[in-house]
Antibody, heavy 122, light 107 residues
Framework: QITLKESGPTLVKPTQTLTLTCTFS??????????VGWIRQPPGKALEWLAL???????RYSPSLKSRLTITKDTSKNQVVLTMTNMDPVDTATYYC??????????????WGQGTVVTVSA | DIQMTQSPSSLSASVGDSVTITCRAS??????LNWYQQTPGKAPKLLIY???SLQSGVPSRFSGSGSGTDFTLTISSLQPEDFATYYC?????????FGGGTKVEIK
């Protein structure tokens, strides 16, 4: 069974850096075809993809947020860390991490964490 | 970026109805299209990947079709647990994008 759980601060101040950790079990991020992604959802709004890291350490970022994001993995700890710099109130959202599986060349987020709410306010 | 446009943004339907949601990509994405379901307060759940492949455990009343730029999600006989928001997602480009969502409400 695959599970993922996000952890990090619930409240950050404007201009601060947000660091979120995704701790997962049930798969290894060193296995071909695996990945972990981050997606956020502002209150009442749609999903927004942020970043993705693959088993081979290939990293992808949302073009609109690329300058602010860094994604890394620690395979031995089964963790993926996302940092987002220069936080702003518009970054207030629920942040999800999700397990990406490549099947037949097609990527999809097959399992999601429960999400963590991050509020940006002074 | 590839823009994904869903229509309608919301719809009202009754239990037993057949419902179709459309997703249009701003450029061709071949068959690199996934569908997710999200109920209030919960994380999204994968329904369909690669346009038409049903995720394990998802009821067969859900189906997907399309190719290129135009895709559909059909729920053949709406059940009470299907009232939710549905999102499409393209994975054709290195920058993944989601559609704006379609909320399916009870009539």
């Amino acid at each position: 069974q695959i599970t993922l759980k996000e952890s990090g601060p619930t409240l950050v101040k404007p201009t601060q850096t947000l660091t979120l950790t995704c701790t997962f079990s049930g798969f290894s991020l060193s296995t071909i075809g695996m990945g972990v992604g981050w997606i956020r959802q502002p209150p009442g709004k749609a999903l927004e993809w942020l970043a993705l890291i693959y088993w081979d350490d290939d990293k992808r970022y949302s073009p609109s947020l690329k300058s602010r994001l860094t994604i890394t993995k620690d395979t031995s700890k089964n963790q993926v860390v996302l940092t987002m710099t220069n936080m702003d109130p518009v970054d207030t959202a629920t942040y999800y991490c999700a397990h990406l599986l490549r099947v037949g060349g097609h990527d999809a987020f097959h399992t999601w964490g429960q999400g963590t709410v991050v509020t940006v306010s002074a | 970026d590839i823009q994904m446009t869903q229509s309608p943004s919301s719809l009202s339907a009754s239990v037993g109805d057949s419902v179709t949601i459309t997703c249009r990509a701003s450029q061709t994405i071949s068959s690199y299209l996934n569908w997710y379901q999200q109920t209030p307060g919960k994380a999204p759940k994968l329904l369909i990947y690669a346009t038409s492949s049903l995720q394990s455990g998802v009821p067969s009343r859900f189906s997907g079709s399309g190719s290129g730029t135009d895709f559909t999600l059909t729920i053949s006989s709406l059940q009470p647990e299907d009232f939710a928001t549905y999102y499409c997602q393209q994975t054709y480009s290195t920058a993944l994008t989601f559609g704006g969502g379609t909320k399916v409400e009870i009539k």
